[in-house]
C-alpha cells in the first residue's frame, strides 16, 4: 500500500530531525542535545517540533533504537558474507564491520556506548533487543564454530564464581536458544569488550599517536583472539 502525501511529509520531516540532532551531538554531544534547538536550526517553532518527537528523551530513544539496529544490520551482513562453516572469516567479518561502523558513525556509537546523557534513562522495552542484537550476531558465530569444533574455550570457564554463573544462566534463560550456554554468553562478552576497547581507543586517540589509524592494529589484534580462540 502507497503511502499518502502527509505520510511521506511526516517521514521526511523526521528524518530531518535526526539528521540535525546527529550533527548537533557530533559538534556539542549528546548531553547539549535540545529539541529547542534543533527547532531552532530547522526553522520550525517549538511546538511544531513536539508533534513528532514529545520530548528529548523520546528522540534521543529513537535515535538510540536506530543506531543498535544499524550496527546489528552490518556485521549480521557482514557474517552472512561467507559461509557457515568459515569461522575464521566469519568473525573477521563481524569485527572488521563492528569497526568500519563506528568509524563511520562515531557520533552513534558515542551515543550508544559512550557517557551516558544526564537525566536520560533508556526505556529497557525499547532498547534491550535492539542492544542485544551484535552481540547476537558474534554469539552465533561464535557458538557455530564450537559447535563445529573450531573453537576452544578458555579452561577458566569450567568453574566459574556462583554468582556470575547465576547470573549468566540468567541471561541463557532470557535469550531461549540452545546455542547461547553461559559459556559462550561469557566468550561473546569478552570479544565485544575487547572490540570496543579498540575501537574506542582509536576513535578517542586513547593509544600512542598514529598507532591505531592505519587499521594494522585491530587487524593484529582480532589475528590474535582468532588464535587464541582456536579459529585461526
Excluded at 536506530?66 to 558474507?81: G, H
Aim: no cysteine; hydrophobic share 45%.
Amino acid at each position: 500500500m502507497s503511502k499518502t502525501r502527509r505520510e511521506q511529509l511526516r517521514e521526511e520531516t523526521e528524518a530531518d530531525i535526526k539528521n540535525v540532532a546527529r550533527r548537533q551531538m557530533a559538534v556539542e554531544g549528546a548531553a547539549s542535545l535540545s529539541l529547542r534547538a534543533i527547532a531552532r536550526e530547522m526553522g520550525l517553532s517549538a511546538p511544531a517540533l513536539y508533534r513528532y518527537f514529545d520530548s528529548r528523551d523520546a528522540l534521543v530513544t529513537t535515535l538510540i533504537v536506530e543506531a543498535y539496529t544499524d550496527l546489528a544490520l552490518a556485521v549480521e551482513t557482514a557474517v552472512s558474507s561467507h559461509l557457515p562453516t568459515a569461522h575464521a572469516e566469519r568473525f573477521s567479518a563481524a569485527a572488521n564491520a563492528y569497526r568500519q561502523w563506528a568509524i563511520t558513525h562515531p557520533q552513534d556509537y558515542s551515543l550508544i556506548y559512550g557517557t551516558p546523557i544526564p537525566g536520560y534513562e533508556a526505556p529497557r522495552e525499547s532498547t534491550v533487543a535492539p542492544a542485544a542484537r551484535v552481540n547476537v550476531a558474534i554469539g552465533t558465530v561464535l557458538a557455530t564454530a564450537l559447535q563445529d569444533g573450531y573453537l576452544t574455550l578458555p579452561e577458566t570457564y569450567a568453574s566459574l564464581p556462583d554468582g556470575l554463573q547465576h547470573d549468566l544462566d540468567m541471561v541463557a534463560a532470557y535469550l531461549d536458544d540452545q546455542r547461547f550456554s553461559p559459556a559462550i554468553i561469557l566468550l561473546t562478552m569478552s570479544v565485544w569488550s575487547r572490540l570496543h576497547g579498540l575501537v574506542w581507543g582509536e576513535l578517542y586517540e586513547h593509544f600512542a599517536p598514529n598507532i591505531a589509524d592505519s587499521g594494522e592494529l585491530f587487524q593484529v589484534e582480532i589475528e590474535t583472539m582468532r588464535w587464541q580462540l582456536g579459529l585461526a
